[in-house]
Each structure stands twice: as C-alpha cells, then as structure tokens.
C-alpha cells in the first residue's frame, strides 16, 4: 500500500473473516519525529525502616527518523455484513463452517441443503458523508416542447454520443463511397481554423496517397494529432471497413480492395501471444503484459482520487524558463505520436500487448513476406476470410510469429523451457521452415482466444463513430 500512493490502507476488524468489510485511511503527508524514550528507575536505599522507598526515575531520548508520511482514519465504519442465518424463532445461528471450506472436502460437503447467504459483493462507495447539491428544476419558455425520445432508448446515457459521421462498409457491399458525407466535410471545416490542422490535413492526404489503407494506430504513429480531431479528420477522407479482410482499417475514399490483388498486403491480421502448457509459459511468465487485468481491479472504496496538482514556483520555472529544459514539453510535431512497434512487427522484438492488429505490409520479416506472397500473380478470387491470399496464410503467419516470440522468450527466461526436449525443438523449427499445418491445428485455434483484459481495437473504434 506504501508504495502505491494512490491506495488507502484497509483495516480488518476481524481479519480471519473473508466477509469483513475494512475501514480505509486516507495518505496525508507530515514532517514529525519518530523518537525511543527509555525510563530507567533506580531505588534508593533504605535509610530508616519507617521511611517509605521512592525509586528515583531517569529518562532517556533518541531520535531515531524524520516520518514523512501517515495514515489517518477519517471515514465512518460502513456495515458489516456476518455469515449469519435466522431462524423461525429468531435465534442467530453462525453458517461460518457450513460456507467456508478450510480443508479439501468431499462431495457431501458440497450438497448439503443451506439456507440462501448471498453477501454483497460491494458496500458504500463512499465512507465520508457529502452533501448533494441537485439541480433545480429547468424553467423553459413559454411554448417549449419536450423532444421526442425513442422508445428504444428510454434509459441512455447522459448526454447523447457525438456523431463523427463516418461511413462503415461491410465486405458483401457492393458500392463502396466515393465522398465523405456533408456533415463530415462540416465538421471538420469547423475545427479546422489553424495552419497546424490544414498541414495534419494534407499529411493524412499524402498518406493514403502512397498507401490506400490505413489503421488508425499507424496514422497516430506517423502523424502527430490530437485524438479528438482525429476522429473527425478521418471520416472526411477515408470508409471503414467492418468486416473482411480488411476489418476494422480505414480506406481511401473511392478506392476497393476487393477489386485490386495489390491490396492484400494492406490485409490485417490479428494476432494474439499465445501463452499456456503447451506452449511452455504461463500467462504470468510473459514479459508482455495485457492493456488491462481484472486481476488486479480494486474497488473504488479502496482507491484515492488524486486531488489537484497545486503549481509550485519550481514547475513555473520549470514550465516557462528558457533555460529548464528538462521540464519542457514534446514539440507539436511529436506530441502525440504513437511508437513504430504498435503497428509494425520486427524480429526480434516483442509486441508492445498481447493483441495486436498488424497490416501484412508491416509484418518487417522476409520469411512472413515469403508467406504472404507465395501466391503473387495467379489470385482469382478475394474471399471474405483469407482475401486475395491463399487459404489458411494467416494460421502460417500466426504459427511463425509465434514461434519467433517463443524464441525471445526463450533467449531472455531459459529456465522456462529448461524441460523442453529437442525433438520437440526440431518438429518447431521444421513447422517454421516448411508452413504446415500441424494434426492440432483445431485444437490451438480453440486456445486462440484473447488475452485478460486485451483491447479490441475495432469494437473501440467503432463505438467512437457510431
């Protein structure tokens, strides 16, 4: 908890209680002294046997630290919840050794008839009382009327999502546009007052120039623009596609991939790190983390918002100096640019989340691209799973990324595969040289699944424009 200045310390009344709701402190900063103070007591000696002894006491004081930080406890105690069952005559009965398995049990154990005990999983969000300021009731004008609202939609959120005004396409459309809509070419007139937008605006033309499909993590990676104009600028010069093989990547208006060979190393391909048994690490083994883990979710009680960054005349100089450069923030060409490695794979080099969607251009290994194009000249048909590549190319893209990362796994954690033989390495290494498909190819695609808490870029992309 020290070390995560954004926690509360939790204390448990009854800490051997898996059902005990604990009080939290709050984090506060203090300069005070922790000090030992020692008192030695010597007895005098007796004189007369009618006096009375009286020791005589000494004291004696050591600073031993400067503390710097405290935990108080300010909020009020919240309910606690007991494993408790009641009775017909209102007697109290304790269910703590019928719900808690403390020992390997049989199955007797697990089929005996229970009163219902349903804890809650979460109590008060708040353990500090506030006052509610409700807003007074809106006085419209006279004539006013209430707008329509849809009977789908009675209970929504609070304010209704923008719209950006984007054209989505799917793979069985047979027109694809070739105009942005009005109100795209509106809104981005609207926000588009400074030279800074207008020179963003012809980069992104000159992009799908050279190439005609793009993912809008490799336009954030060779464009620096902010995230919220972005979603209005792309709408006004490329379609979404939705489904095929070309999911989830922006297309320049006017231009169809299904009709063009060339575009199948604009095709996306989206890989997941395999992790598991069989292929000898663990999800905890892997030096790449998931974007988010339910593992390590903690309740809102138990976390403290950060309270506003009060300025300093260290950070004015900071900010404003013309000699503080350390404090100085990126240049606008930079500023919100993206890494290479989100949309670019190399050899050698491990993908920044266990996810990713990478375009068959930017697979930047000649063995993949041998992969990608064995088929070059002699494509007849573009399908909506495999596109213009041969079939089943993205399970041989994905078993050789695979074993390239098993490879760096292996190279920076050798005591992982310490156990693994090597017949099992040669039968790896001759399904990467040749592309084959193994007898268990089913079975891995049933283990394809995405990792805990990984993004989908695609789903996210779209709520943005809907």
């Known amino acids: ?12 009344f009854r800490p051997k209680d898996p059902y005990c709701h604990p009080v939290c402190a709050n984090r506060f900063p203090t300069s005070t002294m922790l000090l030992r103070v020692r008192r030695r007591t ?14 005589e006491a000494q004291f004696e004081m050591e600073i031993l630290g400067i503390v710097t930080t405290v935990y108080k406890f300010q909020g009020m105690s919240d309910f606690q919840y007991l494993a408790m069952h009641s009775g017909p005559d209102g007697k109290q009965t304790s269910m703590y050794d019928k719900v808690l398995m403390l020992k390997p049990e049989k199955e007797d154990f697990f089929n005996r008839d229970l009163p219902l005990y349903i804890p809650p999983p979460i109590f008060s969000r708040l353990d500090t009382p506030i006052d509610y300021f409700y807003r007074p009731d809106i006085q419209h004008r006279s004539g006013y009327n209430n707008p329509q609202v849809s009977g789908e939609n009675l209970i929504g959120l609070s304010r209704a999502r923008r719209p950006h005004n984007a054209i989505f396409v799917n793979f069985d459309d047979e027109e694809i546009p070739t105009k942005p809509l009005d109100a795209a070419v509106q809104n981005w007139k609207k926000v588009c007052t400074n030279p800074v937008d207008k020179k963003v605006e012809e980069e992104l033309r000159k992009l799908f120039e050279v190439r005609p499909v793009w993912s809008r993590n490799a336009v954030k990676a060779n464009i620096s623009v902010h995230p919220d104009k972005l979603k209005l600028l792309l709408p006004y010069l490329a379609y979404y596609m939705l489904t095929g093989p070309w999911r989830s990547l922006w297309v320049r208006f006017g231009y169809d991939p299904r009709k063009h060979p060339e575009a199948k190393i604009y095709q996306v391909l989206d ?18 983390k998931a974007k988010r883990s339910t593992y390590n979710y903690s309740l809102p009680i138990t976390v403290k918002k950060q309270g506003s960054h009060t300025v300093s005349v260290h950070d004015l100089k900071q900010g404003l100096g013309t000699a503080g450069t350390s404090g100085a923030k990126k240049s606008p060409s930079s500023r919100y640019k993206l890494k290479e490695s989100v949309y670019i794979f190399r050899e050698g080099a491990l993908p920044p989340y266990r996810q990713m969607f990478y375009q068959l251009c930017d697979l930047n290994v000649d063995s993949l691209q041998k992969i990608i194009h064995r088929n070059d000249g002699t494509e007849s048909e573009c399908t909506e799973r495999d596109g213009w590549c041969l079939a089943k190319t993205s399970d041989d893209l994905r078993d050789s990324m695979s074993l390239m990362i098993k490879q760096i796994i292996r190279s920076t954690r050798p005591a992982l595969f310490s156990n693994t033989t090597s017949s099992e390495d040669g039968k790896e290494q001759l399904a990467y040289e040749s592309g084959e498909d193994e007898d268990d190819e089913e079975e891995e695609e049933e283990d394809f699944k995405p990792s805990d808490g990984s993004e989908n870029e695609m789903e996210t992309e779209i709520l943005d424009y809907v």
């Open 42 to 55: 010597k007895k005098k000696q007796q004189l007369d046997t009618e006096e009375q002894i009286q020791p």
């Open 1 to 12: 908890i020290y070390a995560d200045p954004a926690k509360r310390l939790e204390l448990y």
């Open 271 to 288: 890989f997941r790190i395999r992790c598991g048994m069989k292929y000898g690490y663990a999800a905890t083994d892997m030096p790449v």
